[in-house]
């Protein structure tokens, strides 16, 4: 869901540092967003298994 589908104001975790535009994107577009695509999930699972070997 990006931002411009809903019209609230975020509540930003304490640990984002507002000024690296790319973290604050991935806190707003990707932190804690369910995943419910078979195909995404099957890649998270992969390249999670890798970093973890």
């Known amino acids: ?10 509540c930003r ?3 984002l540092d507002m000024s690296k535009p790319d973290y604050v994107a991935y806190h707003d577009d990707e932190w804690g967003v369910p995943v419910y695509d078979d195909q995404k999930l099957f890649e ?10």
Do not use: H, V
């Not at 869901?1 to 975020?10: A, F």
């Not at 998270?44 to 070997?53: G, I, M, P, V, Y």
């Open 13 to 15: 975790c304490p640990w």
């Open 1 to 10: 869901m990006g931002k411009s589908e809903y019209d609230r104001t975020l």
């Open 44 to 53: 998270f699972l992969c390249l999670e298994s890798a970093q973890a070997a």
